[in-house]
């Protein structure tokens, strides 16, 4: 099974912005939706945006909409997500994965996984 690799985690105050990246390693491989999940200390695993990887559009969680942007370089095999004023909230272990349907926000639909990048912002 293809693993996917997170990067462009870290740490940042309030009203920062981060770039997180995700590729396969190694192999490429066909997909039809990327998305970005996360999960908070002692919180379940949240969906966070999606897009589709041969056309379509993004899809968004309520509380990201406006501040972040998931988008995707087929050229690279790579997907982004784009974060802007950032909030404590935010705060998060945060996922790729790939799903052989596109659109969907539910993580079971999801069969390729990364091991996550963390992301901390502070208040």
């Known amino acids: 099974q293809v693993q996917l690799v997170e990067s462009g985690g870290g740490s940042v105050q309030a009203g920062g912005s981060l770039r997180l990246s995700c590729a396969p390693s190694g192999r490429s491989f066909s997909t039809k939706a990327m998305g970005w999940f996360r999960q908070a200390p002692g919180k379940e695993r949240e969906f966070v945006a999606t897009i589709g990887w041969t056309g379509g559009g993004a899809y968004y969680t309520d509380s990201v909409k406006g501040r972040f942007t998931i988008s995707r370089d087929n050229a690279r095999n790579t997907v982004y997500l784009q974060m802007n004023s950032l909030e404590p909230e935010d705060t998060a272990i945060y996922y790729c994965?790939?799903?052989?349907?596109?659109?969907?926000?539910?993580?079971?639909?999801?069969?390729?996984w990364g091991q996550g990048t963390q992301v901390f912002v502070s208040s």
């Open positions: 994965a790939a799903s052989p349907w596109a659109g969907t926000t539910r993580s079971a639909d999801y069969t390729n």
